[in-house]
């Protein structure tokens, strides 16, 4: 089967890995363009870009800034019997719906978390269960008929780069399965559905209201962008101690070894490691001691 894929990052990166492994014919990758990355400035490719360069040179590339008519073009001349989606990052006009059919794997059971972040909010609202879905594309955003879906269930918590590499040969599989047995569409239930949005780094702003939240939102949030103080002050390395206690939000209550233990209005975290501002990252117990602080005050 000839087709053409679109994605790019590591999730992508993985689906593709398995789609050349499975000898499906990789007409071509689009990915999105290369961007200049952390203070320098320096070029950073996607991870699916990166991957095919070093193991098959011979595909071509596109790193399209807009899917405008001259890109629709190109792919229509290669010809493929099926477009492969997987967390490309661009709404796909109907022109390249029109092309043939496109397929999307999306990192939830849909329809629940529709949109850019699905694997976080699964994270976020701790659920039991984690799942992938594979859809035919249509006009709406992860709104086409289910060709199917797969899931796993939590045994333990990850963050989201874990849940990714967890999910990714999972969804790799599936849409495997699909390409070569395709099953009976199911219409999504669309009154069931829940949407996502697209990360912000305001997103991982905190305070000590609710501990099980926090931890949930520092594995979400891994590796960007991260959970922070409105001060600005990261914390790094956390664990739910537990969920019932009050403290004064905040209260830092002890220390173990070089981790702090930190109250809640409702429940108890451990941190280890802080980073302030423009500073190094430091053991939570070492920046208490360049700070001054000890059990008792308030980390803000």
């Keep these: 089967m000839r087709l053409v894929f679109m994605g790019t990052p590591p999730f992508?990166?993985?689906?593709?890995?398995?789609?050349?492994?499975?000898?499906?014919?990789?007409?071509?990758?689009?990915?999105?363009?290369?961007?200049?990355?952390?203070?320098q400035k320096i070029l950073k490719h996607a991870a699916t870009?990166?991957?095919?360069?070093?193991?098959?040179?011979?595909i071509p590339i596109f790193e399209p800034a807009k899917l405008d008519d001259s890109m629709c073009q190109?792919?229509?001349?290669?010809?493929?019997?099926?477009?492969?989606?997987?967390?490309?990052?661009?709404?796909?006009?109907?022109?390249?719906?029109?092309?043939?059919?496109?397929?999307n794997l999306h990192?939830?059971?849909?329809?629940?978390?529709?949109?850019?972040?699905?694997?976080?909010?699964?994270?976020?609202?701790?659920?039991?269960?984690?799942g992938v879905s594979v859809?035919?594309?249509?006009?709406?955003?992860?709104?086409?008929?289910?060709?199917?879906?797969?899931?796993?269930?939590?045994d333990r918590y990850v963050n989201a780069q874990e849940l990714g590499s967890m999910l990714a040969p999972l969804g790799a599989k599936l849409l495997a399965d699909i390409l070569r047995h395709?099953?009976?569409?199911?219409?999504?239930?669309?009154?069931?559905?829940t949407y996502c949005t697209k990360i912000t780094k305001q997103a991982g702003l905190v305070d000590f209201t609710t501990a099980k939240a926090i931890f949930l939102k520092s594995l979400a949030y891994y590796p960007w962008p991260g959970i922070f103080l409105a001060s600005g002050l990261k914390l790094l390395d956390i664990e739910l101690i537990e969920t019932e206690k009050t403290h004064t939000p905040g209260c830092i209550l002890d220390f173990d070894e070089e981790a702090i233990?930190?109250?809640?209005?409702?429940?108890?975290?451990?941190?280890?490691?802080?980073?302030?501002?423009?500073?190094?990252?430091?053991?939570?117990?070492?920046?208490?001691?360049?700070?001054?602080?000890?059990?008792g005050a308030i980390l803000n």
């Design 12 to 39: 992508a990166r993985i689906v593709l890995d398995h789609l050349l492994k499975e000898n499906f014919e990789i007409l071509a990758l689009c990915t999105q363009p290369s961007k200049p990355f952390g203070r």
């Design 49 to 58: 870009k990166e991957f095919l360069q070093h193991v098959r040179p011979d």
């Design 74 to 103: 190109i792919l229509h001349s290669l010809k493929p019997d099926a477009i492969v989606v997987v967390a490309y990052g661009k709404i796909l006009p109907q022109s390249f719906l029109d092309l043939a059919p496109c397929l």
């Design 107 to 130: 990192g939830s059971l849909l329809p629940q978390f529709r949109g850019a972040s699905p694997m976080q909010e699964m994270i976020l609202n701790d659920l039991p269960t984690f």
């Design 135 to 154: 859809i035919r594309m249509d006009a709406q955003m992860d709104a086409g008929d289910i060709l199917g879906s797969a899931c796993l269930p939590r």
């Design 182 to 193: 395709p099953l009976k569409p199911t219409p999504q239930d669309h009154a069931q559905a």
């Design 261 to 295: 233990l930190v109250g809640c209005a409702q429940g108890t975290l451990k941190i280890t490691s802080l980073q302030a501002p423009g500073k190094a990252r430091l053991s939570a117990k070492a920046y208490l001691s360049g700070k001054r602080l000890k059990p």
